[in-house]
């Protein structure tokens, strides 16, 4: 198995609700089938899924799906990015869970819950600078 995760699929009770949150934050669908809302991001794609239907996929009541402990990161290329994208989630509907603010590693960061209750971490790591067109990597493209 090669080291990569191609699809990041977040099942959510109305995904077209899920989709205009991610629509506000500037992020364009692409065309779809079988009831699936896909963002295609840079080497991979964000997709949106009914959550009865993800549970029915995976032969699951929806109640054992339950709450994971993951976030989604979102690495931007400078300090004063991560409040900014944090100030766009507000706006485009997210709650702030923690405001941005200097790490213990030296970096800056904060963390939102989508209104589709994905939580997301806006990260600037001084140590994982991001390719030029926004690919990240852990040791960075520096």
Do not use: C
Request: charged share 20%; hydrophobic share 45%; aromatic share 12%.
């Amino acid at each position: 198995m090669e080291q990569r995760i191609s699809l990041t699929t977040l099942g959510a009770e109305d995904i077209e609700a899920a989709a205009a949150f991610y629509e506000a934050l500037g992020w364009r669908r692409v065309p779809s089938q079988d009831g699936v809302i896909a963002f295609d991001l840079i080497g991979q794609t964000l997709a949106l899924y009914p959550l009865s239907d993800l549970a029915r996929d995976m032969g699951l009541p929806v109640a054992d799906l339950g709450q994971g402990a993951i976030t989604l990161a979102y690495n931007v290329r400078s300090a004063p990015e991560v409040a900014e994208v944090l100030a766009t989630a507000e706006a485009a509907g997210a709650t702030i869970l923690k405001a941005a603010e200097e790490t213990f590693w030296g970096g800056h960061a904060g963390y939102f819950r989508a209104p589709d209750g994905a939580i997301w971490e806006v990260t600037f790591n001084p140590f994982a600078p991001l390719s030029p067109d926004g690919a990240f990597r852990w040791n960075g493209y520096g």
